[in-house]
């Protein structure tokens, strides 16, 4: 049985481009059907994936946004380093206290959190179930 994939939105994005990004991930989920918190929940979660890949990856970056039967999907890429691994731990955040450091601490939070990394790149699958 094949599944049926809906494309909502591909585009490659830079850190002065990050607002549009932003703005065309909440209109295209909003037309998925998500709304109301879970829209909120979503973009919040996507936008801390599209400024860690801007921030701390190299172009380029890419976002790209599809639906699956009971499920909104947005893919974060980029080509830089990779996340180094002790932030990918559970808890890591809770121990830092200067500035920033909570992204993928909140991304788990407001959305289902895959993370693929290395030395070449890193692709953070985000999903948010529909209500």
């Known amino acids: 049985m094949m599944t049926l994939v809906s494309s909502l ?6 850190l002065n481009s990050i607002t549009r990004a ?4 909440t209109e295209s989920a909003r037309e998925a059907g998500l709304d109301g918190t ?16 801007a921030r701390y990856g190299m172009p380029p970056c890419g976002v790209a946004m599809w ?23 559970p808890g890591y955040p809770r ?3 200067d500035f ?6 909140l991304m ?3 959305a289902e959190r895959e993370v693929r990394t ?4 890193t692709v953070l699958v985000l999903r948010k179930r529909f209500p």
Not at 22 to 25: D, E
């Open 100 to 105: 920033g450091g909570r992204g993928l601490w």
């Open 118 to 121: 290395g030395p070449d790149g």
């Open 67 to 89: 639906r699956e039967p009971g499920c909104l999907i947005c893919e974060v890429s980029d080509s830089g380093p990779g996340i180094p691994e002790e932030a990918l731990r």
């Open 9 to 14: 939105l591909t585009l490659e994005f830079e």
């Open 108 to 110: 788990d939070r407001l």
């Open 95 to 97: 121990t830092r206290l």
């Open 38 to 53: 879970a829209l909120e929940d979503f973009v919040l979660a996507v936008h801390e994936a599209l400024t860690n890949a």
């Open 22 to 25: 932003r703005h065309l991930v």
